[in-house]
């Protein structure tokens, strides 16, 4: 039975089918931009948060100007807007060349990655390190053509889930493993080549 997956919403041709205006809207929204192919991301960084600054404009019932995302580097993204009290709103992007992707979560903290692997991948000292020895088995566990995607996949979990509690990429522990466990992910419908998860407590 296919896993269910969380819808990912082209930005900005979905906006007529998405019910986000005056405050509407649903407790965890994943819009995607195409981007330039480029390992550079300053100009994916600027066309997904424009594109955030749509969705908010549309959800607070403003203009997107009048939006503004915080940005200090190594934590998440933050709204604000004068007059208004919106600390629970959650904000979460990740980049891969040609795709960027975020997740607005309303009433918590929300985190999103996402992965492109070359099939050639040497994931295994990465997956020990970082992912610790449960998903390195059920990694290894799969045929091996399939280990480089089973990877991707543990790997944009559990960058979720560090995005989703705010704390740095550091290698795996039992300590880390409990905090993660209170995080809900899942994975995210996007595009062949690509991996995704999406995580929010």
Known sequence: MPQARVAVHPWPASRHRLN???????????ISVETPHSP?????????????????GLQLDCAPEAVTLLS????????????????????????????????IRQGGP???????????FDW?????????????????SQPEPDQPQAFACEWTRLEAGLKCLGIGLQEWC????????????????????????????
Do not use: K, N
């Not at 934590?75 to 604000?80: E, G, I, N």
């Not at 004068?82 to 709103?89: E, L, M, N, R």
């Not at 929300?110 to 050639?120: E, L, Q, T």
């Open 110 to 120: 929300v985190g999103i990655d996402i992965m492109r692997i070359a099939p050639a």
């Open 40 to 56: 550079l991301r300053d100009t994916a960084r600027t066309q997904i948060r424009g594109a955030l600054r749509e969705v908010l």
């Open 20 to 30: 986000i205006a005056s405050g509407v809207g649903a407790e965890l929204l994943v």
């Open 124 to 140: 295994q000292a990465v997956a020990r390190d970082y992912l610790g020895p449960q998903a390195w088995h059920r990694i290894a």
């Open 72 to 103: 200090v580097p190594g934590q998440a993204l933050r709204v604000a807007l004068p007059g208004h009290t919106i600390s629970a709103i959650g904000l979460s992007a990740s980049h891969e060349a040609g795709f960027s992707v975020a997740a």
């Open 174 to 201: 039992p300590a880390l493993a409990q905090r993660l466990e209170g995080c809900r992910l899942m994975a995210l419908d996007v595009p062949a080549g690509l991996f995704g998860a999406v995580a929010w407590r």
